[in-house]
């Protein structure tokens, strides 16, 4: 999409990620926007801004996915296509969940590649997709390993298969395609593991490991997504944030009880807090990047988009602020 071009179709448009997405694309004047979400438009009116134009669509359903597409995404000369839609709840599995994540990506990919105004299809990653092990560098660059571990819960191997589907279009589609790989955004209705895992007043870690994280705000996610709507080139792109900092600093800037207890217990235990208080925070998900590093190394991103993370979050604990992130890598490591 060249920067004089505008037109862009959002799905997954009524998260807190893509309500910022859209704002931000308008903000640059890159509409129309057409935003799709599942709730229906009185439950948005006022969550979107005016001149994003809604439609309540279930992706789930292929007729409706292509009446849209060719219906008024051709009539309004749309030529993007952000897929932000994705199920957020790791507690929830089954073939359900599959299709949403998985075969609505490829669906609306192939619809895309056959459209005659769509000429980018750009698609939501995360971190998480990287194999997180003892020899993972601290900084991950795109190439490094993906987790396709045939044992890792249902919420990650879904993340990883639709990653892998998008990358293994590239070159070969007709239209260009990006996949962008966001560190964690640490915020409400987000989906995010580690803000229900600080949910809780006391916050467990494996005894002897403090990982360093990355996370990454809404503000500097929505900005990525602008400059990745006029990326010259095809690939993935690491988004990282502009917070990076040990786990145990995390907990405490977010005005928890830091408890180090050994590995093996931290399973059982939040197996047993999830089924007690219905949280969503599953060990399994998470025992790997609690014990080793992995930040997202951002210098691609910042070369070929020109994207630098800005904009650190607002923790709760206003007397400890972490380290500010240095501009190439998406942050400093250290406390």
């Known amino acids: 999409m060249s920067p004089g071009t505008r ?7 009524t998260t807190p990620l893509g309500v ?6 308008l903000a640059a004047g890159k509409g129309p926007v057409i935003a799709v979400g599942l709730e229906a438009p009185a439950a948005v009116r006022g969550l979107l801004p005016e001149q994003a134009e809604y439609h309540q669509v279930d992706l789930l359903h292929a007729r409706q996915m292509r009446q849209l597409l060719f219906g008024r995404v051709r009539a309004a000369g749309i030529q993007a296509v952000v897929h932000l839609a994705m199920h957020r709840r790791a507690s929830d599995q089954g ?6 994540n998985v075969e609505t990506t490829r669906q609306l990919l192939r619809l895309a590649e056959h459209h005659p105004s769509v000429r980018r299809f750009l698609l939501c990653s995360t971190s998480a997709v990287y194999l997180a092990r003892h020899d ?3 900084l991950v660059r795109e190439d490094w ?12 191997r879904d993340r ?5 589907t998008v990358c293994a279009r590239m070159g070969l589609a007709p239209i260009h395609v990006n996949v962008l790989r966001l560190a964690e955004i640490l915020a409400a209705d987000m989906g995010s593991q580690l803000f229900d895992y600080l949910s809780s007043r006391v916050c467990l870690r494996p005894l002897g490991y403090d990982p360093i994280l990355n996370l990454l705000s809404l503000e500097d996610a929505a900005a990525a997504w602008v400059l990745a709507l006029d990326a010259p080139e095809q690939g993935v792109f690491n988004i990282p944030g502009a917070d990076t900092l040990p786990l145990s600093r995390a907990i405490r800037l977010w ?26 925070f599953q060990y399994a998900i998470n025992q790997r990047r609690f014990h080793f590093n992995g930040v997202l190394d951002g210098r691609r991103a910042a070369s070929v988009l020109g994207y630098r993370p800005l904009h650190a979050l607002t923790w709760p604990c206003p ?7 240095s501009p190439g890598s998406g942050g400093h490591l250290g406390p």
């Open 7 to 13: 037109g862009v179709l959002v799905s997954g448009a």
């Open 20 to 25: 910022a997405v859209v704002t931000a694309i």
């Open 95 to 100: 073939d359900h969940v599959h299709r949403l």
């Open 136 to 138: 993972t560098p601290d």
């Open 145 to 156: 390993s993906l987790d396709l571990s045939p044992q890792a819960p249902q919420w990650l």
């Open 160 to 164: 990883v298969e639709a990653d892998i």
């Open 255 to 280: 005005g928890r009880d830091d408890v180090p207890v050994p590995g093996p217990l931290l399973g059982p235990l939040y197996a047993l807090r999830r089924a007690v208080r219905r949280t969503d």
């Open 319 to 325: 007397d400890c602020r972490p380290t500010a992130a």
